[in-house]
T-cell receptor
Framework: QKEVEQNSGPLSVPEGAIASLNCTYS??????FFWYRQYSGKSPELIMS????GDKEDGRFTAQLNKASQYVSLLIRDSQPSDSATYLC????????????FGPGTSLSVIP | EAGVAQSPRYKIIEKRQSVAFWCNPI?????LYWYQQILGQGPKLLIQ????????DSQLPKDRFSAERLKGVDSTLKIQPAKLEDSAVYLC???????????????FGPGTRLTVL
Protein backbone atom coordinates (compact mmCIF):
# COMPACT_ATOMS: atom_id res chain seq x y z
CA GLN A 1 0.00 0.00 0.00
CA LYS A 2 1.61 3.20 -1.17
CA GLU A 3 1.39 5.95 1.41
CA VAL A 4 1.99 9.65 1.71
CA GLU A 5 2.43 11.14 5.18
CA GLN A 6 2.60 14.72 6.31
CA ASN A 7 3.65 16.34 9.56
CA SER A 8 0.76 16.45 11.93
CA GLY A 9 -0.78 19.80 12.60
CA PRO A 10 -2.08 22.19 13.24
CA LEU A 11 1.02 24.25 12.67
CA SER A 12 1.01 27.81 13.99
CA VAL A 13 3.56 30.43 13.00
CA PRO A 14 3.68 34.19 13.58
CA GLU A 15 3.23 36.54 10.66
CA GLY A 16 6.49 37.10 8.83
CA ALA A 17 8.03 33.80 9.96
CA ILE A 18 9.00 30.81 7.83
CA ALA A 19 6.53 27.93 7.76
CA SER A 20 7.96 24.49 7.05
CA LEU A 21 5.71 21.70 5.82
CA ASN A 22 7.00 18.17 5.38
CA CYS A 23 5.90 15.13 3.41
CA THR A 24 7.27 11.62 3.14
CA TYR A 25 6.23 8.93 0.68
CA SER A 26 6.63 5.19 0.56
CA UNK A 27 6.95 4.48 -3.19
CA UNK A 28 10.63 4.87 -4.05
CA UNK A 29 9.78 4.99 -7.76
CA UNK A 30 7.63 8.11 -7.45
CA UNK A 31 8.47 10.78 -9.97
CA UNK A 32 6.07 13.69 -9.61
CA PHE A 33 5.34 15.72 -6.51
CA PHE A 34 2.85 18.48 -5.90
CA TRP A 35 1.85 20.87 -3.14
CA TYR A 36 -1.77 22.04 -3.07
CA ARG A 37 -3.35 24.64 -0.82
CA GLN A 38 -6.92 24.16 0.34
CA TYR A 39 -8.83 26.88 2.15
CA SER A 40 -11.62 25.75 4.42
CA GLY A 41 -14.66 24.79 2.37
CA LYS A 42 -12.83 25.29 -0.92
CA SER A 43 -11.16 23.06 -3.48
CA PRO A 44 -7.43 22.37 -3.64
CA GLU A 45 -5.33 24.65 -5.82
CA LEU A 46 -1.83 23.91 -7.02
CA ILE A 47 1.02 25.88 -5.48
CA MET A 48 4.10 24.04 -6.68
CA SER A 49 5.13 21.00 -8.65
CA UNK A 50 8.59 19.46 -8.48
CA UNK A 51 10.10 16.56 -10.36
CA UNK A 52 13.87 16.72 -9.77
CA UNK A 53 15.99 16.60 -6.65
CA GLY A 54 16.85 19.97 -5.17
CA ASP A 55 15.02 23.21 -4.59
CA LYS A 56 12.43 25.00 -6.69
CA GLU A 57 11.46 28.54 -5.80
CA ASP A 58 8.36 30.50 -6.75
CA GLY A 59 7.95 33.81 -4.97
CA ARG A 60 7.65 33.15 -1.25
CA PHE A 61 7.35 29.40 -1.77
CA THR A 62 10.21 26.91 -2.04
CA ALA A 63 9.71 23.21 -2.66
CA GLN A 64 12.53 20.85 -1.77
CA LEU A 65 12.79 17.27 -3.03
CA ASN A 66 15.11 14.50 -1.86
CA LYS A 67 14.25 11.26 -3.63
CA ALA A 68 16.91 9.27 -1.77
CA SER A 69 15.24 10.14 1.52
CA GLN A 70 11.76 9.99 -0.03
CA TYR A 71 11.06 13.42 1.33
CA VAL A 72 9.52 16.58 -0.08
CA SER A 73 8.98 19.83 1.78
CA LEU A 74 7.41 23.22 1.27
CA LEU A 75 8.81 26.37 2.84
CA ILE A 76 6.74 29.52 3.01
CA ARG A 77 8.78 32.63 3.70
CA ASP A 78 7.34 35.81 5.17
CA SER A 79 4.15 33.96 6.11
CA GLN A 80 0.95 35.97 5.83
CA PRO A 81 -2.44 35.42 7.48
CA SER A 82 -3.76 34.67 3.99
CA ASP A 83 -1.50 31.61 3.94
CA SER A 84 -3.65 30.04 6.66
CA ALA A 85 -5.01 26.90 5.01
CA THR A 86 -4.49 23.16 4.76
CA TYR A 87 -1.54 22.13 2.61
CA LEU A 88 -1.78 18.86 0.75
CA CYS A 89 1.15 16.89 -0.59
CA UNK A 90 0.39 14.75 -3.66
CA UNK A 91 2.60 12.11 -5.21
CA UNK A 92 2.41 10.29 -8.53
CA UNK A 93 4.29 7.05 -9.03
CA UNK A 94 6.53 5.87 -11.75
CA UNK A 95 4.13 5.18 -14.57
CA UNK A 96 0.85 6.40 -15.95
CA UNK A 97 -0.77 3.45 -14.22
CA UNK A 98 0.16 4.82 -10.82
CA UNK A 99 -2.61 6.84 -9.31
CA UNK A 100 -2.26 10.17 -7.58
CA UNK A 101 -1.99 9.78 -3.83
CA PHE A 102 -2.68 12.71 -1.55
CA GLY A 103 -1.40 13.03 1.98
CA PRO A 104 -3.79 13.86 4.83
CA GLY A 105 -2.79 17.53 4.80
CA THR A 106 -1.24 19.86 7.35
CA SER A 107 -3.28 22.74 8.70
CA LEU A 108 -1.30 25.98 8.88
CA SER A 109 -2.37 28.97 10.91
CA VAL A 110 -0.46 32.25 10.54
CA ILE A 111 -1.00 34.45 13.57
CA PRO A 112 -1.03 38.24 12.95
CA GLU B 1 -11.09 30.32 -19.49
CA ALA B 2 -13.94 28.62 -17.66
CA GLY B 3 -12.98 26.32 -14.83
CA VAL B 4 -14.19 22.86 -13.92
CA ALA B 5 -17.94 22.87 -13.37
CA GLN B 6 -19.72 20.56 -10.97
CA SER B 7 -23.33 20.11 -9.95
CA PRO B 8 -25.07 19.96 -7.65
CA ARG B 9 -23.04 21.82 -5.03
CA TYR B 10 -24.88 20.21 -2.13
CA LYS B 11 -26.98 17.09 -1.80
CA ILE B 12 -28.71 15.50 1.17
CA ILE B 13 -30.12 12.01 0.80
CA GLU B 14 -31.12 9.13 3.01
CA LYS B 15 -29.15 5.92 3.10
CA ARG B 16 -30.02 3.41 0.41
CA GLN B 17 -31.08 6.19 -1.96
CA SER B 18 -29.21 6.89 -5.17
CA VAL B 19 -27.44 10.06 -6.21
CA ALA B 20 -25.59 11.34 -9.26
CA PHE B 21 -22.98 14.04 -9.67
CA TRP B 22 -22.01 15.80 -12.86
CA CYS B 23 -18.70 17.30 -13.94
CA ASN B 24 -17.69 19.33 -16.96
CA PRO B 25 -13.91 19.68 -17.27
CA ILE B 26 -11.94 22.54 -18.73
CA UNK B 27 -12.26 22.53 -22.49
CA UNK B 28 -9.55 20.46 -24.14
CA UNK B 29 -8.47 18.65 -21.00
CA UNK B 30 -7.92 15.00 -21.74
CA UNK B 31 -7.80 13.64 -18.22
CA LEU B 32 -10.63 13.75 -15.71
CA TYR B 33 -10.48 12.66 -12.09
CA TRP B 34 -13.10 11.99 -9.43
CA TYR B 35 -11.97 12.24 -5.81
CA GLN B 36 -13.70 11.60 -2.50
CA GLN B 37 -12.62 13.85 0.34
CA ILE B 38 -13.83 12.96 3.80
CA LEU B 39 -13.66 15.76 6.36
CA GLY B 40 -10.14 16.11 7.76
CA GLN B 41 -8.55 13.85 5.14
CA GLY B 42 -6.82 14.33 1.83
CA PRO B 43 -8.66 13.60 -1.42
CA LYS B 44 -8.81 9.94 -2.39
CA LEU B 45 -8.80 9.14 -6.10
CA LEU B 46 -11.87 7.16 -7.10
CA ILE B 47 -11.44 7.03 -10.86
CA GLN B 48 -9.28 8.57 -13.55
CA UNK B 49 -10.31 8.88 -17.20
CA UNK B 50 -8.05 9.54 -20.16
CA UNK B 51 -10.47 10.85 -22.79
CA UNK B 52 -13.33 8.34 -22.45
CA UNK B 53 -11.22 5.40 -21.25
CA UNK B 54 -10.59 4.42 -17.63
CA UNK B 55 -6.94 4.71 -16.52
CA UNK B 56 -7.45 3.78 -12.88
CA ASP B 57 -10.52 2.76 -10.88
CA SER B 58 -8.81 0.59 -8.30
CA GLN B 59 -10.28 2.51 -5.36
CA LEU B 60 -13.80 2.81 -6.73
CA PRO B 61 -16.28 0.69 -4.70
CA LYS B 62 -17.75 -0.89 -7.77
CA ASP B 63 -20.60 -2.58 -5.96
CA ARG B 64 -22.20 0.82 -5.40
CA PHE B 65 -20.26 3.43 -7.36
CA SER B 66 -20.19 3.87 -11.11
CA ALA B 67 -18.80 6.53 -13.39
CA GLU B 68 -18.79 7.26 -17.06
CA ARG B 69 -17.31 9.81 -19.39
CA LEU B 70 -19.15 9.57 -22.65
CA LYS B 71 -17.59 11.30 -25.66
CA GLY B 72 -14.54 12.11 -23.58
CA VAL B 73 -15.93 15.36 -22.23
CA ASP B 74 -18.24 15.60 -19.24
CA SER B 75 -18.66 12.86 -16.68
CA THR B 76 -21.14 11.54 -14.15
CA LEU B 77 -20.48 9.70 -10.91
CA LYS B 78 -23.30 7.69 -9.40
CA ILE B 79 -23.79 6.08 -6.01
CA GLN B 80 -26.46 3.43 -5.62
CA PRO B 81 -27.33 2.64 -2.87
CA ALA B 82 -25.70 5.26 -0.66
CA LYS B 83 -24.31 4.45 2.77
CA LEU B 84 -23.69 6.73 5.73
CA GLU B 85 -19.92 6.49 5.17
CA ASP B 86 -20.33 8.00 1.69
CA SER B 87 -20.86 11.42 3.29
CA ALA B 88 -18.01 13.47 1.86
CA VAL B 89 -17.12 16.10 -0.69
CA TYR B 90 -16.82 14.70 -4.20
CA LEU B 91 -14.26 16.62 -6.20
CA CYS B 92 -13.82 16.55 -9.94
CA UNK B 93 -10.53 17.65 -11.47
CA UNK B 94 -9.15 17.82 -14.97
CA UNK B 95 -5.74 18.18 -16.54
CA UNK B 96 -4.44 18.70 -20.04
CA UNK B 97 -2.21 15.64 -19.61
CA UNK B 98 -2.34 14.45 -23.20
CA UNK B 99 0.12 11.61 -22.49
CA UNK B 100 -1.99 10.26 -19.64
CA UNK B 101 0.94 10.32 -17.23
CA UNK B 102 -0.80 12.49 -14.68
CA UNK B 103 2.02 15.00 -14.54
CA UNK B 104 0.14 18.09 -15.65
CA UNK B 105 -1.51 20.46 -13.23
CA UNK B 106 -4.89 19.30 -11.99
CA UNK B 107 -7.59 21.93 -11.78
CA PHE B 108 -10.33 21.19 -9.30
CA GLY B 109 -14.01 22.02 -9.47
CA PRO B 110 -15.89 23.44 -6.46
CA GLY B 111 -17.00 19.98 -5.34
CA THR B 112 -20.31 18.45 -4.30
CA ARG B 113 -20.92 18.09 -0.59
CA LEU B 114 -22.93 14.90 0.00
CA THR B 115 -24.66 14.19 3.29
CA VAL B 116 -26.17 10.76 3.77
CA LEU B 117 -28.67 10.55 6.64
Amino acid sequence: QKEVEQNSGPLSVPEGAIASLNCTYSDRGSQSFFWYRQYSGKSPELIMSIYSNGDKEDGRFTAQLNKASQYVSLLIRDSQPSDSATYLCAVIGETSYDKVIFGPGTSLSVIP
Amino acid sequence: EAGVAQSPRYKIIEKRQSVAFWCNPISGHATLYWYQQILGQGPKLLIQFQNNGVVDDSQLPKDRFSAERLKGVDSTLKIQPAKLEDSAVYLCASSLDLAGEGTDTQYFGPGTRLTVL
